[in-house]
């Protein structure tokens, strides 16, 4: 299985700043990644997929970059909303599999 | 705007079976794409389980494959979750989650999971 490696595991935000979330494969997986947030007590959302493109309804102040191993969740201008959790998920083989999780909170 | 829901026993037994279903709304469970499992663990990971199509083609997570099997129920448009010999080591949140799939060659592969059901936590306790 391909191992999928976000760091880090947990960071702390104001309103207004912009945070960057990583993810590392443990092998390439070309652009076979998406992005889910996930608030407290809710389901996981698809917020990104294939790398960079928004889900329908997803704010522009996300967006994500990268290729092969190695990728970033980027939030400009957090909003109150945003303090979530948030998983990288490779979709390169089966099984797809997650990151740990990023768990923002508030500052 | 297709809406999940689980529905099942939130206890289980060790050693029995945990069975799970998922009710599909706004959504044709007889279109292009998968439905499938996934399980959020207490410490927050995530694991895929299996999905499948209408046509009954399946895919399964083969650390789980000998223990599971999914069903479809295009009537009612519903799909099931069964997992036998449970320990406590399946205790988590059940989602069911619409699978987004390409195929390459006769092989099902995922490209995204959306939506997500609300999830049912499953505790295997005796």
């Known amino acids: 299985d391909i191992q999928m490696t976000q760091f880090p595991s947990s960071l702390s935000a104001s309103v207004g700043n912009r945070v960057t979330i990583s993810c590392r494969a443990s092998?390439?997986?070309?652009?076979?990644l998406n992005w889910y947030q996930q608030r407290p007590g809710k389901a996981p959302k698809l917020l990104i997929y294939?790398?960079?493109s928004l889900q329908g309804g997803v704010p522009s102040r996300f967006s994500g970059s990268g290729s092969e191993t190695d990728f970033t969740l980027t939030i400009t201008n957090v909003q109150p909303e945003d303090f979530a959790s948030y998983y990288c998920?490779?979709?390169?083989?089966?099984?797809?599999?997650f990151g740990q999780g990023t768990k923002l909170d508030f500052k | 705007q297709a809406q999940l829901q689980e529905s099942g026993p939130g206890l289980v037994k060790p050693s029995e079976t945990l069975s799970l279903s998922c009710t599909v709304s706004g959504h044709s469970i007889s279109g292009d794409y998968y439905w499938g499992w996934i399980r959020q663990f207490p410490g927050m990971g995530l694991e895929w389980i299996g999905s499948?199509?209408?046509?009954?083609?399946?895919y399964y997570n083969p650390s789980l494959k000998s223990r599971v099997a999914i069903s479809v129920d295009t009537t009612n448009n519903q799909f099931s979750l069964k997992l036998s010999s449970v320990t406590a080591a399946d205790t988590a949140v059940y989602y069911c989650?619409?699978?987004?799939?390409?195929?390459?060659?006769?092989?099902?592969?995922?490209?995204?999971?959306?939506?997500w059901g609300q999830g049912i936590l499953v505790t295997v306790s005796s």
């Open positions: 294939e790398v960079s």
């Open positions: 499948m199509s209408h046509r009954w083609s399946t």
């Open positions: 989650v619409r699978d987004r799939v390409t195929m390459r060659g006769i092989t099902p592969v995922n490209d995204w999971f959306d939506p």
């Open positions: 998920q490779q979709s390169y083989s089966t099984p797809p599999t």
């Open positions: 092998q390439p997986i070309s652009r076979f």
